[in-house]
């Protein structure tokens, strides 16, 4: 149940249906959910361990702030343990995993094409995924999940046909290198990949730095984005 509870509010929060700031009212969300307070209150912590909730004593809990100086670090988690893991699949899949590819493919091309970024989205995460499940890379998963939550909660502020387009070519440039079994081509590509999202999504911070808990921050900075 409590496993649930998460999921749903995690969803609810990533895909801004959950506003960052929006306050969370455990009784309502009770009643909403159908569930007792129990699974809210251990949902509300785990989701405060992750970042996408604070929960202040005496102030009530809210949808923490996107904070690009977490955004960096997640960014670095991806970054190098995706690439790692197509070192790990290059020369290791099966026949299956491309055919899970190609069918990805063509889904995000289609979904693209009607401009549709909810379902988009969530082709785009089985993408990544299927790497993983194949290889049964679980604990890594698990870690570039906790990453991925925060990431594509600030994703979405940037998500355009624009962007949806750049991502089937840099998608498709990652396939063409597990296609080629070559790891240099499939692990340079899926760094370009994560680095062109971040840099746009760093560019939108420092022009709306107000969105952001530490974009005033930031927007000050001299960004140092990419890192190599």
Same mark, same amino acid.
């Given at each position: 149940?409590?496993?649930?509870? *998460?999921?749903?509010?995690?969803?609810?929060?990533?895909?801004?249906?959950?506003?960052?700031?929006?306050?969370?009212?455990?009784?309502?969300?009770?009643?909403?959910?159908?569930?007792?307070?129990?699974?809210?209150?251990?949902?509300?912590?785990?989701?405060?361990?992750?970042?996408?909730?604070?929960?202040?004593?005496?102030?009530?809990?809210?949808?923490?702030?996107?904070?690009?100086?977490?955004?960096?670090?997640?960014?670095?988690?991806?970054?190098?343990?995706?690439?790692?893991?197509?070192?790990?699949?290059?020369?290791?899949?099966?026949?299956?995993?491309?055919?899970?590819?190609?069918?990805?493919?063509?889904?995000?091309?289609?979904?693209?094409?009607?401009?549709?970024?909810? *379902?988009?989205?969530?082709?785009?995460?089985?993408?990544?995924?299927?790497?993983?499940?194949?290889?049964?890379?679980?604990?890594?998963?698990?870690?570039?999940?906790?990453?991925?939550?925060?990431?594509?909660?600030?994703?979405?502020?940037?998500?355009?046909?624009?962007?949806?387009?750049?991502?089937?070519?840099?998608?498709?440039?990652?396939?063409?290198?597990?296609?080629?079994?070559?790891?240099?081509?499939?692990?340079?590509?899926?760094?370009?990949?994560?680095?062109?999202?971040?840099?746009?999504?760093?560019?939108?911070?420092?022009?709306?730095?107000?969105?952001?808990?530490?974009?005033?921050?930031?927007?000050?900075? *001299?960004?140092?984005?990419?890192?190599?």
């Amino acid at each position: 149940m409590t496993v649930d509870v *998460t999921n749903t509010l995690r969803d609810a929060i990533v895909t801004l249906a959950l506003p960052p700031g929006a306050m969370l009212d455990k009784s309502a969300l009770c009643t909403q959910l159908g569930v007792s307070r129990f699974p809210v209150s251990e949902a509300l912590a785990r989701l405060a361990d992750e970042g996408l909730v604070d929960i202040a004593p005496q102030r009530g809990t809210t949808v923490s702030l996107v904070k690009i100086a977490d955004v960096r670090e997640y960014m670095l988690i991806r970054k190098g343990l995706e690439s790692e893991a197509l070192r790990v699949l290059i020369g290791r899949h099966d026949a299956e995993v491309i055919d899970s590819l190609h069918a990805n493919m063509a889904a995000q091309r289609e979904a693209a094409s009607r401009d549709d970024a909810d *379902t988009f989205h969530g082709i785009d995460v089985d993408f990544h995924d299927i790497i993983f499940r194949c290889m049964r890379l679980t604990k890594v998963k698990s870690i570039i999940d906790r990453a991925r939550a925060n990431l594509d909660r600030a994703r979405r502020l940037i998500i355009t046909p624009r962007r949806l387009a750049h991502t089937i070519d840099e998608h498709q440039a990652i396939f063409d290198g597990i296609l080629a079994a070559d790891t240099a081509m499939a692990m340079a590509a899926i760094r370009a990949h994560i680095d062109a999202v971040m840099v746009e999504l760093f560019a939108f911070a420092q022009e709306h730095p107000e969105l952001f808990a530490d974009g005033a921050d930031f927007a000050a900075e *001299t960004n140092d984005f990419p890192f190599g």
